[in-house]
């Protein structure tokens, strides 16, 4: 009798034990800042076909291996298998839904400005390049030739730092639906109708309620209300798209540009050494291997109003050496 019972004790010990160390559910895009090896298991480092990742090149994400992640699991094409662990410090993961999830670095560094300054990473994508990945996407569903998006940045997010800065004042209740399937479950923004009617036409995620995401993860460590958080992030892509960067992705669409093409153009619209504030990230198109350019990370610092000018934001930032992905493809609209 007692063996029986200690027999089951181990059991039960062992099952809490797994469930302890069960991975953890992500989703967006890790992209790689170097080549690392991707491998099949974490402890064994079993890397059949020695497979590695490719600097600059953007993963699907599927999870983590624990609630604070030291390795993701991504799915890496072509590889077999394809599911793949990575190590945390590999990179960056850039549009997760996931509270454990890393942002992008703002500018590379994450750390304080030299002057003290706030610091932010404001996102920025091509929306038909994340289209191609998320083709299930009621915005993506929607996309035509004649939209907005088919020739300008649309908005990610303004991300107030440092990196972790998540959820301030935001509820459990919330919390546990910031996930892309709840997100209709999250609390309305509720703006004027003239910033509305802007959001929409900028951030055409607005139709899978990415704005509320974007609100109850980073902006409510803003400092502000929905209002001035939505407006001041919509300020700072107006400029990017009345600039020579925006012009730049227009005319080269299904043409490639490089990471230093892109951050020349940032040089050119705001001043030498911009584009030094400047990350570059690229996805994989599911369908036929393209890699493609995604999103812009950029490093901003200081106080951030409706007369901010983006060009002293972008200067007052740390520097980042790290260019991201070398070289993509400017995605046409609609699926390729």
Known sequence: MRVGVVFGLAMLAASLASAAHADVKMSGTFVADAACPATQAIKN????????????????LLAGNKDAPTHYLILVPGADPQRRWVKVSCGHVSGSSA?????????GSGKPAASGKPE??????????????KSNKAECKAQNANSFEATHFTLHGLWPQPN?????EATAADKANDTP????????????????AEL?????GTASQLDRHEWIKHGTCYGKGQQEYFSDALNLIRAVNASP?????????GGKLTADQIRGAFDNAFGAGAGDRVRVSCVIDPSNGRRLIGELTLGLAGPIGPNSSLKDLLQASVPTNKAGC????VDAIGFQ
Request: glycine content about 8%.
């Open 45 to 60: 480092g079993k890397n059949p076909g020695n497979v590695s990742t490719d600097a600059g090149q953007g993963y699907q």
């Open 99 to 107: 509270a454990t999830a890393t942002a992008p670095e703002a500018a």
């Open 120 to 133: 932010y990473v404001f996102a920025l994508s091509w929306q038909p390049a994340f289209c191609e990945t």
């Open 164 to 168: 972790g800065n998540f959820y301030c």
């Open 181 to 196: 399937a709840h997100w209709k479950d999250l609390p309305p923004v509720k703006l004027d109708a003239a910033t509305r």
């Open 200 to 204: 929409v036409r900028v951030m055409p």
């Open 245 to 253: 960067v925006r012009d730049l992705f227009a005319k080269s669409i």
């Open 326 to 329: 070398p070289t993509g493809t």
